[in-house]
């Protein structure tokens, strides 16, 4: 880039927020410092133009901008943190070769976790199956549901990912190609703010379904050192109710049993993770896309060539979209309908006659499940959202001030926008946030229901 250009884009952004102003401080004491240290004279036009917002010397917003090059927000951190789960079940990253002998390892290795899993949740239902046959525990049965519900969940979303590894990678392929590189353009499309969202919601709920896991996977051993304290035998107890034609509580047979139930339930925790936190951040890349649509058509300025780059930016995004439904909208159908079961039957545990090691883990599974089902429809009406504003911001322009074919051609953009872009569960439901009230609902019907056969039973 030339000198001249380097400074006309300087001149564009003359204003430092509050967020640089603190790094901008510290790089203006490092210079002066310098400059006196070597015996040379330093000098700055500054004037303060509003309480948070200061006009500086271009030559010294070129350095400081130079030094800004590290706070880049790149287009892999989007997708950052479900990649460390993909990588913890075998399956390749964005971008990573696949014909090496370490994807190879990986392949073999997620195989393995898939048929673990379908080995974990046969064994679930042989169970399930048996203890139905006696009736004789109907807390058993109500507590092992949510369980094969989750672990066959787990085993849907994930071949979701499996079976359209390259379509989601031709998606990820475009979203980069769209993704804003430099300062201006981020800060002009506050990518920071979008990046800032993605991490923060997708740390704090992967941190949410690891404790859960964990506590479900491990509160037994908690449960056994109490209880031998408290009597001084020692009662194995295992995380899950599975079927084994064995008896588990042998030296030996014990221990292998314990981690095969773990590293099921740990599997079915990741597929579920990893696969709901790449569909967010694959909507929030959408939306950020139709962000930026919305500031050049709402910037336009009458001009026909700008106005047909945003078509063509419109038309890749719509098409974005429709391509994530295909890929999604099956496993999104099985989400519905199993969390609606799930939420009923883990809400009917916490309100139940358990102990309070139960209760506890239960609550954490309530709270999971539905913090779950909220970021599906959060994103989901987002996306809504997002596509919903393109006709308005089209309409904020200055096409009063452009000619006829603008004007016309701005009409059939405005048109074509009136038709919102969302994401269905296979056309029986839009993914909003009043489908997750539908969800509620229809769980809290069920769980009457559940309560009203139950307690007549038990007086």
Same mark, same amino acid.
């Given at each position: @880039?030339?000198?001249?250009?380097?400074?006309? &884009? +300087?001149?564009?952004?003359?204003?430092?927020?509050?967020?640089?102003?603190?790094?901008?401080?510290?790089?203006?004491?490092?210079?002066?410092?310098?400059?006196?240290?070597?015996?040379?004279?330093?000098?700055?036009?500054?004037?303060?133009? %509003?309480? !948070?917002?200061?006009?500086?010397?271009?030559?010294?917003?070129?350095?400081?901008?130079? *030094?800004?090059?590290?706070?880049?927000?790149?287009? &892999?951190?989007?997708?950052?943190?479900?990649?460390?789960?993909?990588? @913890?079940?075998?399956?390749? *990253?964005?971008?990573? =070769?696949?014909? !090496?002998?370490?994807?190879?390892?990986? %392949? =073999?290795?997620?195989?393995?976790?898939?048929?673990?899993?379908?080995?974990?949740?046969?064994?679930?239902?042989?169970?399930?199956?048996?203890?139905?046959?006696?009736? !004789?525990?109907?807390?058993?049965?109500?507590?092992?549901?949510?369980?094969?519900?989750?672990?066959?969940?787990?085993?849907?979303? +994930? @071949?979701?990912?499996?079976?359209?590894?390259?379509?989601?990678?031709?998606?990820?392929?475009?979203?980069?190609?769209?993704?804003?590189?430099?300062?201006?353009?981020?800060?002009?499309?506050?990518?920071?703010?979008?990046?800032?969202?993605?991490?923060?919601?997708?740390?704090?709920?992967?941190?949410? /379904? @690891?404790?859960?896991?964990?506590?479900?996977?491990?509160?037994?051993?908690?449960?056994?050192?109490?209880?031998?304290?408290?009597?001084?035998?020692?009662?194995?107890?295992?995380?899950?109710?599975?079927? /084994?034609?064995?008896?588990?509580?042998?030296?030996?047979?014990?221990?292998?049993?314990?981690?095969?139930?773990?590293?099921?339930?740990?599997?079915?925790?990741?597929?579920?993770?990893? !696969?709901?936190?790449?569909? $967010?951040?694959?909507?929030?890349?959408?939306?950020?896309?139709?962000?930026?649509? =919305? /500031?050049?058509? *709402?910037?336009?300025?009458?001009? /026909?060539?700008?106005?047909?780059? $945003?078509?063509?930016?419109?038309?890749?995004?719509?098409?974005?979209?429709? %391509?994530?439904?295909?890929?999604?909208?099956?496993?999104?159908?099985?989400?519905?309908?199993?969390?609606?079961?799930?939420?009923?039957?883990?809400?009917?545990?916490?309100?139940?006659? +358990?102990?309070?090691?139960?209760?506890?883990?239960?609550?954490?599974?309530?709270?999971?499940?539905?913090?779950?089902?909220?970021?599906? $429809?959060?994103?989901?009406?987002?996306?809504?959202? =997002?596509?919903?504003?393109?006709?308005?911001?089209?309409?904020?322009?200055?096409?009063?001030?452009?000619?006829?074919?603008?004007?016309?051609?701005?009409?059939?953009?405005?048109? *074509?926008?009136?038709?919102? %872009?969302?994401?269905?569960?296979?056309?029986?439901?839009?993914?909003?946030?009043?489908?997750?009230?539908?969800?509620?609902?229809?769980?809290?019907?069920?769980?009457?229901?559940?309560?009203?056969?139950?307690?007549?039973?038990?007086?």
């Amino acid at each position: @880039m030339k000198k001249e250009e380097i400074f006309k &884009e +300087i001149h564009q952004e003359l204003s430092i927020d509050l967020k640089n102003l603190q790094r901008f401080t510290i790089f203006l004491l490092l210079t002066i410092s310098r400059n006196a240290l070597m015996g040379g004279k330093f000098s700055i036009n500054l004037r303060i133009v %509003q309480p !948070t917002r200061l006009i500086l010397d271009p030559s010294l917003l070129l350095a400081f901008k130079r *030094r800004q090059m590290n706070d880049l927000v790149k287009f &892999e951190s989007f997708i950052r943190v479900p990649e460390i789960f993909f990588d @913890m079940i075998g399956i390749t *990253r964005y971008g990573e =070769a696949r014909d !090496t002998w370490k994807a190879r390892l990986k %392949q =073999a290795f997620f195989w393995s976790s898939y048929a673990n899993t379908i080995f974990c949740l046969i064994i679930e239902h042989i169970y399930f199956i048996k203890a139905a046959g006696n009736f !004789t525990n109907f807390l058993e049965l109500t507590a092992l549901a949510p369980c094969i519900g989750f672990t066959a969940l787990s085993i849907v979303k +994930i @071949m979701t990912i499996k079976l359209n590894e390259a379509k989601l990678n031709g998606i990820l392929d475009r979203l980069s190609d769209l993704f804003p590189r430099s300062h201006l353009d981020q800060d002009r499309y506050r990518t920071y703010n979008y990046n800032l969202e993605s991490q923060m919601v997708m740390k704090s709920f992967s941190i949410l /379904y @690891m404790i859960l896991i964990w506590i479900f996977n491990l509160l037994p051993l908690v449960s056994m050192l109490v209880n031998y304290i408290s009597t001084g035998i020692l009662e194995k107890e295992l995380p899950y109710f599975m079927w /084994y034609w064995y008896d588990w509580h042998k030296a030996g047979y014990y221990e292998i049993t314990f981690f095969h139930q773990n590293w099921g339930a740990f599997d079915s925790a990741v597929f579920n993770l990893s !696969t709901d936190l790449l569909f $967010c951040a694959i909507i929030l890349l959408i939306c950020l896309q139709f962000d930026i649509l =919305a /500031y050049r058509l *709402r910037h336009a300025k009458g001009d /026909y060539k700008e106005l047909e780059q $945003c078509v063509k930016l419109h038309q890749s995004v719509v098409e974005l979209s429709n %391509q994530l439904e295909g890929i999604f909208s099956p496993s999104i159908l099985v989400n519905f309908v199993g969390s609606s079961v799930i939420i009923c039957l883990v809400g009917f545990q916490a309100t139940s006659n +358990i102990s309070a090691f139960d209760l506890f883990k239960f609550i954490l599974f309530l709270i999971s499940s539905l913090v779950q089902v909220f970021l599906l $429809c959060y994103y989901g009406n987002k996306l809504i959202e =997002a596509s919903s504003q393109i006709g308005y911001c089209a309409f904020e322009g200055t096409w009063y001030m452009a000619d006829l074919r603008y004007q016309k051609s701005l009409l059939f953009v405005m048109t *074509r926008a009136g038709q919102w %872009q969302k994401l269905t569960a296979m056309k029986f439901s839009v993914v909003s946030l009043a489908s997750y009230s539908a969800i509620l609902s229809t769980s809290f019907s069920y769980f009457t229901l559940l309560k009203t056969i139950y307690e007549p039973s038990q007086k």
